[in-house]
């Protein structure tokens, strides 16, 4: 495996970018399919370069690699438009496009239309992973925490917890309700058209759980008939299949963790190696998605895997399984509604645990969202734009061993949002938003609010932003049964983001993009986990203060090369003179990046770091730095196949997030692609 990675590193770091060629630009215009009238506040983004056309509907793209690229244009009120466009060395290619009315339908749009929003295309996400976990681990500081082989892959921002970031897919949160968490690793990034970030407080235009940022996943539409099979050390593989038929889209998937891989055996147990068992499962997921004047979705996934323990007290025979069914609906039009019904269980058990009585324990829950709105255009003083209120509901319920009886939840809330924009050769834009929740046990609705400012002129934008956020706590706080070593919490308050002010910059060059953002805010009742003096654990409030920034540089020396890198800093720190780290928030993460692709070959390298990470309040003992290297190498075999091998953490770092959750270390994946014409 060593080897493989020095080769690939190798033909990463030629010198030579022969047939380099003249980049170009992209110059276009975008008017209203119906009346023909310029469209001010679109979006155009070919690869990664992106524009906000002028109130006369101009844009232009600068910096284009030769070669063909899919141009996509949106604007909120308008149907995405998308075409494949050939550009030529050093030739500026002129373009009209002509974009349909179509009202607002989705919530994710909703969110885009937010000045500073970042994106990255499904063929970027591809080359840094097979699933998005993998794929969006270290982008514009998103971290994602796991605990082991076939572990949830969660994410987090701005030092917030894997239970703070709400993630939309095609508009509608797949974050467990029990937990609050969303698990990534269970998208594949060939089923992704586009990931959205909006980092921050976000819970007044996505709803709860974005107190820390929205992660927003647009899926591919039109799908030719594709799979691709993969095979990876430790007895890790899957497969995966996707089609769309018409109005109809289907994706389903099968995969199988690592059972088995070495561990370096902590000091307190006599160090050495050790094999590190129980820790891999077998994971199905299947959705349908049906599109039309209605649409609707289908998911469902179930596992079954080992629950290892930690190192120092592994649990070789614990097993767990998991299962959701989520059905999803939502019309078009002015009016707008949307609906979903979920079902969920989960069983933990261990017949011989190596402490305490053996164990099975079973939670069963079910729950419904409902959502209708009206949105409208206006237009006053020079401004255009849209505006909505939507009134929304939530209800779930719970049972079995794990959780208390009788335990449900309901939660109700009111929003408003606009999004203004005006402006031709300097465009300002303005997104305000408000809402109002109430919920089981909350007898004061709680009001949070926030206004998004943007000014563009040319290739340099700039954002600022300040507002509030407020979620309840997890479900799993709230409701779960007291067991051995954990105690309920029945006062827990939610967390509010009291105020939070960022701003931001982007710049486009000549070669490329740079962004920096910085942000600086109190988070008062943060939910976080610890012990009391007889190590007693259970959910507690604390005040904190978070701040921070992102700094993040793209560039495209040539056709074939594209080098990224991304630095973050978060400091989330409780809020009392000397305030200490909150446990396992890192405050630094980097990310750098490699693609080069030469016709029929592409290699790519990444590098990633984690920073240190404290396992207490008090500040003490870190858990060491983690870096972790990928690299990968991919042939196109004609118009069908393609084959990939990668060397996922090619150091052999084993790095632990958690203390005493190590993964399997390096690790060969080879994959197998076909994609029908």
């Given at each position: 495996?060593?080897?493989?990675?020095?080769?690939?590193?190798?033909?990463?770091?030629?010198?030579?970018?022969?047939?380099?060629?003249?980049?170009?630009?992209?110059?276009?215009?975008?008017?209203?399919?119906?009346?023909?009238?310029?469209?001010?506040?679109?979006?155009?983004?070919?690869?990664?370069?992106?524009?906000?056309?002028?109130?006369?509907?101009?844009?232009?793209?600068?910096?284009?690699?030769?070669?063909?690229?899919?141009?996509?244009?949106?604007?909120?009120?308008?149907?995405?438009?998308?075409?494949?466009?050939?550009?030529?060395?050093?030739?500026?290619?002129?373009?009209?496009?002509?974009?349909?009315?179509?009202?607002?339908?989705?919530?994710?749009?909703?969110?885009?239309?937010?000045?500073?929003?970042?994106?990255?295309?499904?063929?970027?996400?591809?080359?840094?992973?097979?699933?998005?976990?993998?794929?969006?681990?270290?982008?514009?500081?998103?971290?994602?925490?796991?605990?082991?082989?076939?572990?949830?892959?969660?994410?987090?921002?701005?030092?917030?917890?894997?239970?703070?970031?709400?993630?939309?897919?095609?508009?509608?949160?797949?974050?467990?309700?029990?937990?609050?968490?969303?698990?990534?690793?269970?998208?594949?990034?060939?089923?992704?058209?586009?990931?959205?970030?909006?980092?921050?407080?976000?819970?007044?235009?996505?709803?709860?759980?974005?107190?820390?940022?929205?992660?927003?996943?647009?899926?591919?539409?039109?799908?030719?008939?594709?799979?691709?099979?993969?095979?990876?050390?430790?007895?890790?593989?899957?497969?995966?299949?996707?089609?769309?038929?018409?109005?109809?889209?289907?994706?389903?998937?099968?995969?199988?963790?690592?059972?088995?891989?070495?561990?370096?055996?902590?000091?307190?147990?006599?160090?050495?190696?050790?094999?590190?068992?129980?820790?891999?499962?077998?994971?199905?997921?299947?959705?349908?998605?049906?599109?039309?004047?209605?649409?609707?979705?289908?998911?469902?996934?179930?596992?079954?895997?080992?629950?290892?323990?930690?190192?120092?007290?592994?649990?070789?025979?614990?097993?767990?399984?998991?299962?959701?069914?989520?059905?999803?609906?939502?019309?078009?039009?002015?009016?707008?509604?949307?609906?979903?019904?979920?079902?969920?269980?989960?069983?933990?058990?261990?017949?011989?645990?190596?402490?305490?009585?053996?164990?099975?324990?079973?939670?069963?829950?079910?729950?419904?969202?409902?959502?209708?709105?009206?949105?409208?255009?206006?237009?006053?003083?020079?401004?255009?734009?849209?505006?909505?209120?939507?009134?929304?509901?939530?209800?779930?319920?719970?049972?079995?061993?794990?959780?208390?009886?009788?335990?449900?939840?309901?939660?109700?809330?009111?929003?408003?949002?606009?999004?203004?924009?005006?402006?031709?050769?300097?465009?300002?834009?303005?997104?305000?938003?408000?809402?109002?929740?109430?919920?089981?046990?909350?007898?004061?609705?709680?009001?949070?609010?926030?206004?998004?400012?943007?000014?563009?002129?040319?290739?340099?934008?700039?954002?600022?932003?300040?507002?509030?956020?407020?979620?309840?706590?997890?479900?799993?706080?709230?409701?779960?049964?007291?067991?051995?070593?954990?105690?309920?919490?029945?006062?827990?308050?939610?967390?509010?983001?009291?105020?939070?002010?960022?701003?931001?910059?982007?710049?486009?060059?000549?070669?490329?993009?740079?962004?920096?953002?910085?942000?600086?805010?109190?988070?008062?009742?943060?939910?976080?986990?610890?012990?009391?003096?007889?190590?007693?654990?259970?959910?507690?409030?604390?005040?904190?203060?978070?701040?921070?920034?992102?700094?993040?540089?793209?560039?495209?020396?040539?056709?074939?090369?594209?080098?990224?890198?991304?630095?973050?800093?978060?400091?989330?720190?409780?809020?009392?003179?000397?305030?200490?780290?909150?446990?396992?928030?890192?405050?630094?993460?980097?990310?750098?990046?490699?693609?080069?692709?030469?016709?029929?070959?592409?290699?790519?390298?990444?590098?990633?770091?984690?920073?240190?990470?404290?396992?207490?309040?008090?500040?003490?003992?870190?858990?060491?730095?983690?870096?972790?290297?990928?690299?990968?190498?991919?042939?196109?075999?004609?118009?069908?196949?393609?084959?990939?091998?990668?060397?996922?953490?090619?150091?052999?770092?084993?790095?632990?997030?958690?203390?005493g959750y190590p993964t399997p270390g390096r690790m060969l994946t080879a994959t197998l692609t076909f994609e029908l014409p």
């Amino acid at each position: 495996m060593s080897r493989c990675g020095g080769v690939l590193a190798a033909l990463l770091l030629l010198p030579s970018v022969a047939g380099a060629q003249s980049p170009a630009r992209v110059v276009g215009k975008v008017i209203d399919a119906t009346t023909g009238a310029p469209l001010g506040a679109a979006e155009a983004r070919l690869g990664d370069r992106r524009a906000t056309t002028s109130s006369e509907g101009g844009f232009v793209l600068g910096g284009v690699s030769p070669g063909r690229a899919t141009l996509l244009v949106r604007r909120v009120g308008y149907a995405p438009w998308s075409d494949v466009v050939d550009v030529m060395p050093g030739l500026d290619r002129d373009i009209t496009v002509e974009l349909a009315p179509l009202p607002l339908r989705l919530d994710s749009l909703t969110v885009v239309a937010a000045p500073g929003a970042i994106s990255i295309s499904g063929e970027q996400l591809m080359a840094r992973g097979g699933d998005l976990g993998r794929a969006l681990d270290g982008w514009e500081g998103v971290v994602v925490r796991r605990t082991g082989s076939g572990s949830p892959a969660s994410p987090q921002l701005r030092g917030g917890g894997p239970d703070e970031v709400l993630v939309l897919v095609d508009g509608f949160a797949v974050n467990d309700p029990f937990t609050g968490r969303a698990d990534l690793a269970r998208l594949s990034s060939r089923e992704v058209d586009r990931v959205t970030l909006l980092p921050g407080a976000q819970t007044v235009r996505a709803g709860s759980r974005a107190v820390a940022g929205v992660i927003v996943v647009d899926t591919r539409r039109a799908i030719r008939p594709e799979g691709s099979a993969w095979m990876a050390g430790h007895g890790a593989r899957g497969v995966r299949a996707g089609a769309s038929v018409g109005e109809l889209g289907f994706a389903a998937s099968s995969e199988r963790y690592s059972d088995r891989f070495p561990y370096t055996v902590p000091e307190a147990r006599g160090g050495g190696e050790s094999p590190r068992l129980n820790s891999g499962g077998d994971a199905y997921a299947g959705s349908v998605r049906l599109e039309g004047p209605i649409e609707m979705t289908l998911r469902g996934s179930w596992a079954d895997r080992g629950l290892p323990g930690t190192t120092t007290n592994p649990t070789p025979s614990a097993a767990g399984r998991d299962r959701t069914v989520f059905l999803g609906a939502r019309g078009t039009g002015p009016l707008r509604w949307s609906g979903s019904a979920q079902w969920l269980e989960t069983r933990a058990a261990d017949e011989a645990p190596p402490t305490g009585l053996p164990y099975d324990s079973y939670t069963q829950g079910v729950g419904g969202t409902l959502e209708a709105g009206y949105r409208m255009s206006i237009r006053a003083g020079g401004w255009s734009g849209e505006t909505g209120v939507a009134a929304e509901g939530r209800g779930d319920r719970f049972a079995g061993d794990g959780v208390q009886r009788g335990a449900s939840f309901t939660q109700a809330a009111l929003r408003w949002d606009a999004s203004l924009h005006r402006g031709s050769a300097t465009v300002w834009t303005l997104a305000p938003a408000a809402r109002l929740d109430v919920w089981t046990g909350q007898g004061t609705p709680l009001v949070s609010a926030r206004v998004d400012a943007g000014w563009q002129r040319g290739r340099t934008g700039l954002t600022v932003a300040f507002g509030s956020a407020v979620t309840p706590p997890v479900l799993a706080d709230l409701l779960f049964r007291e067991g051995v070593g954990v105690r309920l919490n029945p006062d827990l308050r939610p967390e509010r983001v009291r105020w939070e002010a960022e701003a931001g910059v982007r710049r486009e060059i000549d070669l490329g993009t740079l962004s920096a953002r910085v942000f600086y805010g109190k988070v008062g009742d943060m939910v976080v986990w610890g012990p009391d003096f007889r190590f007693i654990w259970s959910p507690r409030n604390f005040d904190v203060v978070r701040r921070g920034g992102e700094l993040s540089l793209g560039v495209r020396p040539a056709a074939s090369l594209r080098l990224d890198g991304t630095a973050t800093y978060s400091a989330v720190t409780y809020d009392i003179p000397g305030g200490a780290q909150v446990q396992y928030r890192p405050r630094v993460t980097y990310n750098a990046s490699l693609v080069w692709s030469p016709g029929a070959w592409s290699a790519d390298l990444r590098w990633h770091r984690i920073g240190e990470r404290f396992p207490n309040s008090a500040g003490t003992n870190p858990r060491p730095a983690i870096s972790i290297l990928d690299a990968g190498l991919e042939r196109s075999l004609g118009q069908a196949f393609s084959a990939r091998v990668q060397v996922s953490d090619a150091a052999d770092s084993r790095a632990e997030f958690i203390a005493g959750y190590p993964t399997p270390g390096r690790m060969l994946t080879a994959t197998l692609t076909f994609e029908l014409p």
